[in-house]
Each structure stands twice: as structure tokens, then as C-alpha cells.
């Protein structure tokens, strides 16, 4: 019998090492790219969909874009926990996959159905009907499955993918998974370059209805790419989350609110995993530390493998230190918020780029939502030369290698960020005030004659901006994370963004509701020739730099990266492991 369970085990295994593999690759990578790209397109030009066939006002169409990309953004942490803890990578994968294509496939039947849109203004009366609450409803709806597909795709492909190839026991492992981690972001960003550039350009040429079926007919390919190789995968089953633990440590340490700290002396006074050499918590923010306390140590609160019984009742220490590592790592973390907040600005350049001549020759202009591939090529550019051309030359003439400290980049980055806002303000002075002067005050769709490319060197320097501070960060979160936590490392960032776009959404109304009031004309009007929205750019510099001092404060309130709390303590709990052995073993001899 027992001959016969081994043998199927052994065929388990079998059938289990036979799933995954290199032949995956192409199915997850291109379910990836597709998403991206048929997603990334939707978003440049969406503020001239809302304008021109919702008829909303700027202000309006500009808030429903942030709180869209906001979801984007939120949904990814979301969705990483319900894979984590309850329906694996490959459900949620699927899931978001069909949530995303029945997203596009709605918002193409508001450019295809004409009974799902406002109809087309007065032009005698120039009055304008709003959208009905059925129709609102079906755009947002389309928002919501958009937002909920990318939330499920984008987060668990690149650890699904990874899941498939990491073979522990394969010396070549580490190989095999840098070179996927490459070929995975250098989709991406082809991905989003195809996006800004080729789709953006039949939106803007053939219409709507053409550019948002080409989005959904993407979208389906992504959606039979990922489940026709459902056979191949490799399913790893959820495991238990880092949240889940964070929300324990909160939890326990509620209810142990009024229980005394152990003596310093004392042993066994606080649970540790099997085999962990932090056996005490650190003393920087100590209310934590009752989550670990050990309340009778007589009764049976430990399960044999080492655990606690009820997790909910007790805490390791590890997962104490774990929360506090996150808590530290926060205030810098918020310092790029604003940063965010500066990259989410979308729709005010495209309504710039399309009154500004686009022209490169005189048949070929560039798609006024297309501008914001210039980000995204200096921001590789950037990435390639500081990692190939300055960093190798600079330590040749040091003499010794060479690197930019994390919270160095992440300060150039902000600076470049208040230097992005500055120029975008003079830019958009100088491009109303042409406008004003040939006579365009009424009508802001005329084209002037400046060239669009005058937006080029604020799009540059937000892209310098995103590659110092944005990778910075990334790398910063998990070089002072534990190990443990490289996912809660990961999804930070995204978090970022999504708290920077309902900031931006705050901003805007803010700045509408104030400066509209005596009926005046609004800073951030439709009408951008009367309106001032270079004077919402310099509101958004001095927002800038106040958060580049914040952030002095908060690097300098850190310390020296490196010196996390967790290594702290398992340096001082290792010579406390000893002086407690040392402790035992003279007790030991003054008992014989």
C-alpha cells in the first residue's frame, strides 16, 4: 500500500515537472503585451473622446481620467492579495483577462451605438446635451472592467511567468530568470511605445469606432493566447500573504494592548519561527511588539511544526519586524506621491499638442496623444546610457566601481520633476500668448503656428524624473525590505501612483471650484486659450518643491540605507541568543 502512494506521489511529481518551462513564455509575455497595448491606447486621447462626444467640460473629463487611472492602479494590490491568499496567479490571470476585453468591447459600443451618447450639439443655439445617467453609467462601467482587468494581468503575470521558470535546483536558475525579468519589461515597453504611437494614430485617423474595436480585437487575441496554453502552465497553488500577516500583527497587538513587557532578561517571552535568529523584537515602535508576546507560556499556543495555533491570537516576531520595516520605508515612500501626481498630467498636454502645429513634414504630423512617447524614450535612453556608457566610464576614471547611492537618484529625480513642471508652465505661457495675440481667444481647436515639439522638453525631463526616482524607489523598496516582502516591494510603487492620481483629481477640483468663483473664467477652463493652465503648472511646481525639502527631511530621517531594523535585531538578538545560552548553561552547573 504504502509502495503504491509512493508511486503516485513520484507520478505527481512527474506530471508536475513536465508543466512550465521556456514554452510558456510566449503565451504569458503576449497575453501581457497585448493587454498593454490595447489599454495604454485607450488613455491619450479618452479627454478628446469625453469633450468632443460626452460634452463635458475639461475639469470634469479630467477628474474621471485620474479616478480611472486611480482604480488602474489600486486594483493591482487588490488582485495580487485574493492570488496570493485564495485563487492562485493563473484564475486571477484569466479573470482579468475576460474583465478587460468585455471593458473595451462596451466602450466600443458607446463609439459604435449612437443612442449611447449625447447627440451632437445645436450648432444654431450652441447648446450642448449632457450624458444620461444610462449613458454614464455604461461608460463607467467600461472604466471599471478596464481597471479591473489591468489590476488582475499586470501584477500577477510577471510572478506567473516567473513561476514557470524558477527551478531551484538548476544551477543555470538565477540565468534563466534574469534574461525572462529583460525580455518581460522590454515588452512592456515596446508594448506602450506601440500603444502611443501605431493605435493612438488610427484613433486619430480612421475615428473612434475604428480605434477602440482595434483596442477590443487585441484585447480577444490576449484573452486566446493565455487559455489556449492553460495545459502547459504550472498552477502553483495560493499561498498564505504578507497582508494577511500585517493585519494580524495590527490585530494581536490590539488586543494585547494592556499586557506588560517582558523583562529583559526573560526567555521565552516572545514566539519566534523554528531555526530564526531574531528572537526579540527591535525597540523602535514597541506597541507592535505585543503582537509576539508569549501571554502563558505553560499553555499549548505552539503547533508542533513551530507556528502559532491561532494566528490571530499570536504573532512571530518576524512578521513584527516585517510590518516595521514597511512603517520605516513609508515616509520616503510618500515623497514620490507628488512626483506621481506631476506624470499623471495626461490630458492637459494633449489639449496643448492639438493646438500647436504637429507637422513633421507636410503630410506626416504626430498624433497629439502620441507626445507622451517622448517620456518613455528618454526615460530608456537614460536606463541604457547610465548603465552602459557612465557608470563604466566614471569608474575607469575613478579607479574603482562607480554607483549613485539610491536616495541620491531618487533626489535628482524629484529635482528634475520641479524642473518638468517649471518648463511646462513657460512653455503653455508662451503658447496662450500667441494665441491671444493671432486673435484664437474663442477658439481654442484653431491651430497655431508653434510647433508642438516646444512640449518635448517637459515630457524629457518627467521621463529623467521617472527613471531616477520611479526605478530608485523600486530598487530602494527592496534593498530595505526583507526578502520576504519582494511583492509588497513591487506593488508599492503602483500604490503610489494610485494615491498621486486622486490627489490630482483633489488638486484640479480645488483649483476649478476657487478660481471659477464671481464668475470668472476657471485656471483649468475648456477653453485653454481662456483659461490658465500654466498657472495650474506653476501651482504644481511649488508643490514640487516643497516636497523636495520634505524629502531631504525624510532621507536624512532614515539614515544610511542598509541599516534596516530586521538586520539590527538579528545583530543584537544573536549576541542575546548567546548571552541566554551562556545564562542556561551556568544555571545548569550551579543545579549539579
Keep these: 500500500m504504502e509502495d503504491k502512494m509512493e508511486e503516485s506521489s513520484d507520478r505527481r511529481e512527474m506530471r508536475r515537472s513536465k508543466k512550465g518551462g521556456l514554452i510558456t513564455m510566449p503565451f ?7 493587454e498593454k497595448v490595447a489599454g495604454y491606447a ?29 482604480a488602474t492602479n489600486f486594483t493591482p494590490i487588490l488582485a495580487a492579495f485574493v492570488a496570493d491568499s485564495y485563487l492562485g496567479r493563473f484564475l486571477i490571470i484569466g479573470f482579468a483577462s475576460i474583465c ?25 443655439t450652441q ?18 472592467l478596464i481597471s479591473i482587468g489591468a489590476g488582475g494581468v499586470r501584477p500577477c503575470s510577471l510572478a506567473f511567468g516567473a513561476d514557470q521558470l524558477d527551478q531551484r535546483d538548476n544551477p543555470k536558475n538565477d540565468r534563466v530568470l534574469e534574461s525572462f525579468f529583460g525580455w518581460y519589461y ?63 500583527v495590527m490585530v494581536v497587538a490590539y488586543k494585547n494592548r494592556n499586557l506588560t513587557f517582558p523583562l529583559p532578561d526573560s526567555t521565552g517571552s516572545y514566539h519566534h519561527r523554528r531555526d530564526s535568529n531574531i528572537v526579540a523584537p527591535s525597540h523602535k515602535l514597541r506597541f507592535l511588539n505585543k503582537a509576539c508576546i508569549i501571554k502563558n507560556p505553560g499553555q499549548d499556543y505552539i503547533a508542533s511544526d513551530g507556528s502559532a495555533s491561532n494566528p490571530w491570537s499570536l504573532c512571530a516576531v518576524e512578521q513584527v519586524e516585517e510590518l516595521k520595516a514597511l512603517i520605516k520605508v513609508l515616509p520616503l515612500w510618500s515623497t514620490g506621491i507628488i512626483m506621481s501626481i506631476n506624470l499623471s498630467q495626461n490630458s492637459f498636454p494633449v489639449l496643448q499638442a492639438s493646438s500647436m502645429d504637429r507637422h513633421l513634414t507636410t503630410k506626416f504630423q504626430i498624433p497629439a496623444g502620441s507626445y507622451g512617447m517622448f517620456n518613455i524614450i528618454s526615460l530608456a535612453l537614460w536606463v541604457i546610457l547610465y548603465d552602459r556608457a557612465i557608470l563604466p566610464m566614471a569608474s575607469k576614471l575613478k579607479g574603482k566601481p562607480v554607483r549613485f547611492s539610491v536616495k541620491l537618484r531618487m533626489g535628482i529625480g524629484l529635482f528634475l520633476t520641479c524642473l518638468a513642471m517649471a518648463v511646462s508652465a513657460i512653455v503653455e505661457n508662451a503658447r496662450r500668448r500667441k494665441a ?38 523600486t530598487e530602494f523598496f527592496y534593498s530595505e525590505l526583507p526578502k520576504s516582502m519582494s511583492s509588497i516591494a513591487a506593488a508599492l510603487f503602483g500604490l503610489g501612483l494610485a494615491v498621486a492620481n486622486l490627489l490630482a483629481s483633489v488638486v484640479v477640483s480645488i483649483i ?8 470668472k473664467e476657471s485656471w483649468v477652463s475648456s477653453n485653454i486659450n481662456k483659461g490658465r493652465i500654466d498657472s495650474y503648472y506653476w501651482v504644481l511646481t511649488i508643490l514640487s518643491v516643497i516636497n523636495l525639502l520634505y524629502y531631504f527631511v525624510c532621507a536624512w530621517a532614515y539614515g544610511p540605507c542598509g541599516d534596516q531594523p530586521t538586520k539590527l535585531t538579528r545583530a543584537r538578538n544573536g549576541l542575546r541568543k548567546k548571552e541566554l545560552a551562556n545564562l542556561g548553561t551556568k544555571e545548569m552547573k550551579g543545579k549539579a
Design 28 to 34: 504569458i509575455i503576449g497575453n501581457e503585451s497585448l
Design 42 to 70: 485607450l488613455v491619450p486621447n479618452m479627454i478628446l473622446y469625453l469633450i468632443k462626444d460626452y460634452h463635458m467640460s475639461v475639469a470634469k473629463g479630467t477628474n474621471i481620467l485620474f479616478y480611472w487611472q486611480a
Design 100 to 124: 478587460s476585453l468585455l471593458g473595451m468591447i462596451l466602450l466600443w459600443l458607446t463609439a459604435m451605438v449612437p443612442e449611447s451618447k449625447p447627440p451632437t450639439c445645436d450648432l444654431l
Design 127 to 144: 447648446r450642448c446635451r449632457s450624458p444620461t445617467a444610462a449613458q454614464m453609467s455604461l461608460l463607467i462601467s467600461s472604466f471599471v
Design 186 to 248: 522590454a515588452s512592456a515597453a515596446i508594448s506602450v511605445l506601440i500603444a502611443l504611437t501605431g493605435i493612438v494614430y488610427i484613433q486619430d485617423h480612421l475615428g473612434y469606432r475604428v480605434g477602440f474595436s482595434v483596442s477590443a480585437i487585441l484585447m480577444l487575441l490576449s484573452v486566446l493566447l493565455f487559455f489556449i496554453a492553460s495545459p502547459l502552465y504550472l498552477k502553483l497553488n495560493p499561498s498564505k500573504s504578507l497582508l494577511t500577516g500585517f493585519l494580524q
Design 436 to 473: 491671444i495675440r493671432e486673435g484664437f481667444l474663442n477658439n481654442p481647436h484653431e491651430v497655431l503656428n508653434m510647433s508642438a515639439l516646444w512640449l518635448v522638453p517637459q515630457f524629457c525631463l518627467n521621463g529623467l524624473a521617472e527613471a531616477f526616482t520611479a526605478i530608485g524607489q
Design 512 to 519: 476649478d471650484d476657487i478660481t471659477s468663483r464671481g464668475g
